[in-house]
């Protein structure tokens, strides 16, 4: 791992979506733990460091784990999130590609494992996500001083979910901050989601994401969130095309109780992290 330049740590590059992430073989690296919220820190950050929505570290099962392999997952401000749908499809997709897992595995998360189809001769990655929980309809809450109707649903982390007639023209920044620091959500806060129905089968979808504390290009359990609210609400049937604030269409279905997200998954590149310019920990000794 040591070059001329200084230590140096292999990483790649994917995004689902828009949503993009730095992921870490760390069977190789064996970064413990208590060193990865730094390394998200000073990792994703767009103008000093890769950039990105968050960063996962993807390593072998612990014993009585019966999973293919697990993740550490972490947000862009450090903070570990228990899952997340976009990066588990980019992580199918790593896996398969690293030989963690064929076309049909299993990922272990902090919220639980997740079944994992990377689709033969395509860039689509299908995953079955832990079951929803939590599902709260037609609370009401002050937001800016207006009334405002929410529901909620835990899809692997808690998600808040507001209708609106027309999501092009609102301030998701400035609203879902409030949403998502609302002291109804309290102490963990939510992730917030604000959806057009456009029919049964298609939904606009907006996100403002906890943890990255922005609105991203998309969010897969943030989509799948809307798909068990709509459906519960019998606003849409039991699959949906969501269309992201980044242009592409992750596909939601309920099945069995289930739910399943479906969409792009792309390594877009890989690189070597300078260990010393970025002021990366790294555990001693070095591997």
């Known amino acids: 791992m040591s070059t001329m330049f200084g230590a140096r740590v292999p990483f ?159 301030d998701v920044a400035g609203l879902g901050r409030a949403v998502r620091f609302h002291k109804h959500f309290a102490p963990a806060g939510t992730n917030v989601n604000f959806v057009q129905i456009v029919d049964r089968e298609h939904a606009l979808v907006r996100t403002y994401e906890r943890g990255v504390e922005a609105e991203t290009y998309a969010c897969g359990t943030g989509v799948s969130a809307v798909q068990v609210v709509s459906s519960a609400l019998g606003k849409t049937g039991d699959c949906v095309a969501n269309s992201t604030t980044g242009g592409e269409v992750l596909t939601t279905s309920l099945e069995g109780g289930r739910v399943y997200l479906q969409g792009a998954a792309e390594l877009t590149f890989t690189g070597e992290l300078n260990v010393p310019a970025l002021g990366l920990p790294l555990p001693l000794p070095l591997p």
């Open 12 to 170: 790649y590059k994917l995004q689902g979506c828009g949503n993009d992430f730095v992921a870490i073989d760390n069977r190789v690296l064996r970064l413990p733990r208590e060193l990865m919220a730094e390394w998200a820190r000073k990792v994703c950050p767009r103008a000093f460091g890769v950039g990105a929505d968050g960063i996962f570290f993807l390593e072998l099962p612990p014993k009585g784990v019966s999973a293919d392999y697990v993740w550490h997952f972490y947000n862009a401000d450090g903070s570990r999130a228990e899952m997340c749908g976009n990066a588990s499809r980019c992580a199918g997709r790593l896996a398969h590609a690293l030989g963690l897992g064929g076309e049909r595995h299993v990922l272990g998360a902090d919220a639980g494992t997740i079944a994992i189809h990377v689709l033969p001769g395509q860039d689509q990655v299908k995953v079955q996500l832990t079951a929803p929980v939590d599902l709260k309809l037609n609370e009401h809450i002050s937001v800016q001083d207006h009334d405002t109707e929410v529901h909620f649903v835990n899809t692997g982390v808690p998600h808040a979910v507001i209708y609106v007639d027309n999501v092009a023209e609102l």
